[in-house]
């Protein structure tokens, strides 16, 4: 009897450890996604920096704003801002990204047959100019129900003219409602998660707010679409003049406001006007307040922990936003290679 119990607990306990050893092995093989980046500027020239980045992260891929599209005096569509390239991109898989504002998609005559072709006319220019070869474009663009019909046949007629693989940005409410927003065309979506919430004088943190995000999340698991993940590491400053936003403060250096007698740092969030005066071309009045607006690494991990929970498959890429030397003097040189392990 003894004989035949220890026989048992022989097999129970082989039998644990052989799925203990599964488990292990299956984690250890399970992809991970890759690491990419946004480029947000209007030239394309790499510091030693941010070149330092690309290699330590193994970056093959870099999504590049090529150029926006608003609309002019006459309320026709018009490209601004177009890429110019001071370093070459030839060592890296280079996805031209194109910014339409949604406003664009809100005309009720606009020729989105033509507005494809000119599009990709200009990105095939910068392409020449620059001898490169892309195979992948991305469409940026926060369609709404009211702008969803035209921005949906643009997708159609650009895909049609391009014959590119063709991405698309898509934001959480599109995620949740997408039976209303419907889904554009493309071989993949690239969730853009940040910018939840409002930019107010009363809110901590529009950029990410766990409490925004948790009510989308679940969504996830319902969305159809093949997704990316774009994550944001960029800060700005909200200038409040009299209790009233009066415009968003990109890229602003913390260490060189601190330095700078006409500003009180009254905290890790606040900055306070002591004198009148002019910085980087922005007036400033006395009492003014900038409130600032950033992603600690807490906040990425936590980023990446909430939605691996709550994604179908494991997403190939995580693109961060954006890549600027500016924004990586506030991480740790591992923090991409600790979130993309969380997934």
Avoid at 183 to 195: A, C, D, E, Q
Avoid at 198 to 221: C, F, G, M, P, Q
Wanted: aromatic share 12%; proline share 3%; with cysteine.
């Amino acid at each position: 009897m003894n004989s035949l119990l220890s026989n048992i607990y022989i097999i129970i306990t082989i039998s644990i450890i052989f799925i203990a050893l599964v488990v292990i092995f299956s984690c250890s093989q399970r992809e991970r996604p890759t690491i990419a980046f946004y480029y947000w500027k209007t030239i394309f020239k790499l510091s030693e920096s941010e070149k330092n980045t690309l290699t330590e992260n193994e970056v093959k891929k870099i999504y590049i704003r090529y150029f926006d599209i608003d609309l002019d005096s006459k309320n026709e569509p018009f490209p601004i801002s177009p890429i110019g390239f001071d370093t070459k991109a030839l060592n890296y898989t280079v996805v031209p990204v194109v910014y339409i504002k949604n406003k664009v998609m809100l005309q009720k005559n606009i020729d989105v047959e033509t507005l494809a072709q000119k599009t990709f006319d200009f990105i095939q220019e910068i392409n020449t100019k620059n001898k490169l070869q892309v195979e992948e474009i991305q469409i940026d663009c926060d369609w709404t129900l009211a702008s969803r019909d035209n921005y949906l046949r643009f997708i159609e007629n650009f895909k049609k003219i391009s014959g590119k693989t063709l991405s698309a940005t898509i934001r959480l409410h599109q995620i949740k409602y997408f039976a209303k927003t419907k889904i554009p065309n493309v071989s993949k979506g690239v969730l853009m998660y940040y910018n939840m919430g409002t930019i107010a004088t009363d809110t901590l943190n529009s950029i990410y707010d766990k409490n925004v995000a948790n009510r989308y999340l679940e969504s996830l698991k319902n969305y159809p679409l093949e997704i990316d993940i774009a994550l944001p590491i960029y800060s700005w400053a909200v200038h409040i003049s009299e209790d009233r936003v009066i415009g968003l403060r990109n890229k602003i250096d913390v260490l060189e406001f601190k330095k700078d007698t006409n500003f009180v740092f009254e905290n890790e969030f606040y900055f306070k006007v002591k004198h009148a005066n002019y910085k980087k071309g922005r007036f400033y009045s006395a009492n003014d307040i900038l409130k600032l607006e950033s992603i600690s690494q807490k906040d990425l991990l936590e980023m990446a922990k909430d939605l691996d929970d709550n994604l179908k498959e494991t997403p190939k890429e995580i693109i961060f936003y954006d890549l600027d030397e500016l924004n990586m003097k506030n991480y740790e040189k591992n923090i991409f290679k600790q979130v993309i392990a969380r997934f």
